[in-house]
């Protein structure tokens, strides 16, 4: 009785101490929601999401676990979703082949097997980023100063590419074979409310490279190149360059602000699928799959209608919705996922809300 008193009582413990998601509305239903839809190939599971509800990074709270399903939260094509309501709360579910559908009526009830497809689709346009994926990468002045780098592209040779053998200095003992990014220094993202504030500098993709042989300088081939090497050219383990290509979008579990302070294609406008950068990082809080809200910073214009025509500041306006798929330390890379309206360098970022 004792014991179960204690596990009682840590469970308790466990949920206090969760963090609670930060939402202060109830999940909305879109008034014009289908009844169900059959999963195509291509599909997102926010796209999807978006189908039925108004804010679609809420789909994980009405998920039902189907316990018939072997992993109920990948979702393939073929798959039926559908909206239910169960105590008057909205429930999304999700019925494969042997499942009857909403709107199929099976007349010889049978167990039907067939094979999955090999990948389930993907939470958000994985080839929005998918070029990105290894060239995205912010950096600190220590790290700068601290990398492996170039010393060397052999005889007289000022310029490399794919096929061209380089040496480098600062090589940690590795195996025969491991891959490495070959990046320069970009510009410096600054904070956007103290410019003499580094929060880190672009690490612009070079190429890609092999070790083939170890030492002081060690020895690498330049296998894949988006720009010539030259000497000085820093060096990172490939493997540290991973991304979560499984994103679960989710409400921030904190109160989170901060700002756009640039773009990656360099656009001044910005709209849905782009990548931008944010002023917050893991040090405030930032997490992959993080849902944010952009808002269009509100102008001051001056009352020419009034008696003292002085100036007044229009509110901030909702302007649409990025995911964060790679945070650092100070900033992040983020996915526009939605856009009502224009977004520029300065917008702010913060919860739903």
Known sequence: MRNRWRRGLVALCLIALAPATLRSEPVRVRPSHPEYYVVQK?????????????DPWLWPEIWEINPSIANPHLIYPGDTISLIYRDGKPVLRVARDSEPSPQVERLHPSIRSSALPEEPISSIPMDAIGPFLSRLRV?????????????????????????????????????????????????????????????GYEALHVADATLEQTGDPATLLLTRGSREVLGGDRLL?????????????????????????????????????????????????????????????????????????????????????????????????????????????????????
Do not use: C
Request: neutral net charge; proline residues 5%; aromatic residues 6%.
């Open 139 to 199: 950096v600190t002045r220590e790290e700068l100063d601290t990398a492996p780098y170039i010393v060397s592209l052999g005889k007289e040779h000022l310029l490399g590419g794919p096929g061209f053998k380089v040496y480098a200095r600062r090589i940690a003992a590795q195996e025969i074979g491991a891959g490495y990014v070959v990046y320069r220094p970009g510009k410096a993202y600054r904070n956007p409310h103290d410019t003499q504030d580094i929060l």
């Open 237 to 353: 383990l490939a493997s540290m360059d991973e991304i979560n290509h499984r994103l679960i979008p989710r409400l921030p579990a904190t109160k989170l602000s901060g700002e756009i302070i640039s773009v990656v294609d360099g656009v001044t406008q910005i709209g849905q699928h782009q990548i931008v950068v944010l002023s917050i990082g893991t040090r405030d809080g930032v997490e992959s799959g993080h849902v944010l809200a952009v808002y269009q910073r509100g102008q001051k214009v001056r009352d020419a209608y009034g008696k003292r025509h002085d100036e007044v500041m229009l509110p901030d306006e909702r302007a649409g919705a990025l995911l964060v798929f790679r945070p650092f330390d100070r900033v992040s890379y983020a996915l526009v996922m939605s856009a009502v309206r224009a977004m520029h360098v300065g917008d702010i970022v913060k919860n739903p809300s």
């Open 42 to 54: 291509g599909d997102t599971l926010w796209d999807i999401s978006a189908l039925f509800l108004t």
